[in-house]
């Protein structure tokens, strides 16, 4: 898959000095349309020793328990779960096994975040130790991702990438993205996102 790296920003170190506190951060979630990256995001946090807890697995959980299959109904079930818990339904089930997490590491990254409401229940339950980062990436360059992974621009519900955007925009994906604290650009070479996400992870260390 390729990717890339972010115009320079400044570092956590110099926000948090600049917003006048020292920030022990604990908590990384990622939002990003499909194909932006946050999947190898993950990937790099898992190899440096950082939990990560998938909000996508939650819901492939709740498909399970229903007696459905997490290939055909994910979407679906997302969807119905907003719908009979709030907006916020996923996030609340997310929030045990990222506690456990915090038990034994001191850093945790929440994967697959979709909308402001999520963010927003994030921020109550960890306050200035959570940061939301924004991976992003044109449509054509997420589209020739999917394509390179053998996927023909759908996703595992046989959605096109055009009506699953439409779809994840519809949660509140945009607004979440532009509450983001960070934002990797990530339109470069797969190894020099990999580096910046190593960065931040260092960065976030507390």
């Known amino acids: 898959m390729g ?3 972010e115009h320079r920003r400044p570092s956590l170190k110099e926000l948090y000095a600049a917003r006048g506190y020292v920030r022990s951060m604990k908590v990384i979630g990622t939002v990003g349309l499909p194909g932006s990256g946050k999947g190898e995001a993950a990937a790099v946090a898992e190899d440096a020793g950082v939990p990560v807890v998938s909000m996508g697995d939650v819901v492939r959980e709740e498909c399970r328990r229903r007696g459905l299959d997490p290939a055909d109904h994910h979407g679906e079930i997302a969807q119905t779960l907003r719908e009979e818990d709030g907006l916020d339904a996923i996030a609340q089930r ?15 990254l929440i994967d697959g975040i979709r909308s402001a409401v999520e963010v927003e229940r994030f ?10 980062v924004s991976v992003e990436a044109p449509f054509d360059l997420r589209e020739e991702r999917i394509i390179d992974r053998g996927r023909d621009n759908v996703d595992e519900d046989g ?5 699953r955007d439409e779809r994840e925009l519809g949660f509140g994906m945009g607004d979440a993205m532009d509450d983001a604290d960070v934002t990797i650009e990530n339109t470069g070479t797969l190894e020099a996102f990999q580096e910046r996400v190593r960065e931040l992870l260092e960065e976030a260390d507390p």
């Open 3 to 5: 990717s890339g790296v």
């Open 94 to 108: 997310t929030l045990p096994p990222v506690r456990e997490h915090l038990e034994d590491h001191d850093t945790v």
């Open 123 to 132: 921020r109550e339950a960890f306050g200035e130790d959570f940061l939301l």
């Open 159 to 163: 959605e096109p990438l055009e009506v």
